[in-house]
Every structure is written in structure tokens, then in C-alpha cells.
């Protein structure tokens, strides 16, 4: 009779313990739930997309962009994901990026910074390191969301941030 008792305690147990998975279709006036302001437009097109704008949350920069279907968002966003990410580890010198060493970000990356500055090389316009703007993304049904670091962020920190932001999101619009 304890055995049973136990064994039935223990399956209550893990069957409440569980998270509840809601599925989510994300628009383009969601994000200001969680404080985020839309600022710009991407000069690439995200063929696929039917809404792509990058804008500031907390500090850093963050691109939102949305795709019919989760599907879609898997395909196509993984793709774009990488490409506005990428960091190379060999720079690839070109006649536009030979005043810095701007080369070492993919050639689909359109939103770069200058990363690695002193006051004095950024005074006489110089730029010792470009950097893709983004470092992280994060696919969730069908958004991909970018995410620039702030200052005292490393990638993990960041990418940790990025997760916070998606739960916190999916929260808000699960309390409609």
C-alpha cells in the first residue's frame, strides 16, 4: 500500500511539474509590450519575411523579423540569422573595409559597429575593429530576433538576455 501511495505521489509529482507549451503567432505590434522601440528598416531584403525592423530594448540594439509560418521562420531564419552574425576568423580585406580591420565579418552582415575603440582612435576616425551589430539570434515560431551586447555583455551573457526577452515576450502575450 506505501509502495502505491509513493509511486502515485511521485507521478503527481512530475505531471504538475511540467510546463505548459503555447504556441505562439507573433505581429509586428507585440514587441512594444516588452519596451521595445521600432527605429529603422534593413536595406537587405529578407526574401520570405513579411516584416523586418531593427530598433532599440534596454540599451542594445534589436532586429525583429517575421515570417508567415514557423516553418518558414526555420528555413529562412537560420539562414539570415547566421549571415547578420557572422564573424570570421580570418579577416577578408576588401578595397571597402581596408581602412580598419572591418573584414572580419561575413559579406552578408549589414549592420556592423566599431568594436574595440580607444577615445583617441575613434577621434581621428579610425576603427580598429568592425563587428557585426548582432551578435545572437533566436528562432521562436515565426520571428527571428537579433541582439546587439551591451558594453559589459559577453556572447553568453547576451544570448542569455536574448532568452529572457523571448519568455518575457511569450508572457505578455499569453496574459491577454
Do not use: H
Request: hydrophobic share 35%; glycine share 8%.
Amino acid at each position: 500500500m506505501r509502495v502505491l501511495l509513493k509511486i502515485t505521489i511521485l507521478f503527481l509529482i512530475i505531471s504538475c511539474s511540467g510546463t505548459e507549451y503555447i504556441e505562439v503567432t507573433y505581429k509586428e505590434n507585440d514587441f512594444s509590450k516588452i519596451g521595445w522601440k521600432e527605429k529603422g528598416e534593413f536595406k537587405t531584403k529578407f526574401d520570405g519575411s513579411i516584416y523586418s525592423k531593427w530598433g532599440y530594448i534596454k540599451g542594445s540594439e534589436m532586429a525583429v523579423i517575421l515570417f508567415e509560418d514557423r516553418i518558414s521562420a526555420q528555413d529562412l531564419g537560420k539562414k539570415y540569422g547566421f549571415e547578420q552574425t557572422e564573424m570570421l576568423e580570418q579577416p577578408q580585406e576588401t578595397a571597402e573595409n581596408s581602412g580598419d580591420t572591418g573584414s572580419f565579418y561575413g559579406k552578408n552582415v549589414e549592420k556592423t559597429d566599431c568594436r574595440g575603440f580607444s577615445g583617441a582612435a575613434l577621434f581621428r576616425g579610425e576603427c580598429p575593429r568592425r563587428e557585426p551589430l548582432y551578435t545572437v539570434y533566436l528562432i521562436d515560431e515565426n520571428l527571428l530576433l537579433m541582439l546587439e551586447p551591451t558594453r559589459s555583455e559577453d556572447k553568453e551573457s547576451t544570448e542569455m538576455r536574448l532568452n529572457k526577452i523571448i519568455s518575457d515576450l511569450r508572457e505578455k502575450i499569453a496574459a491577454k
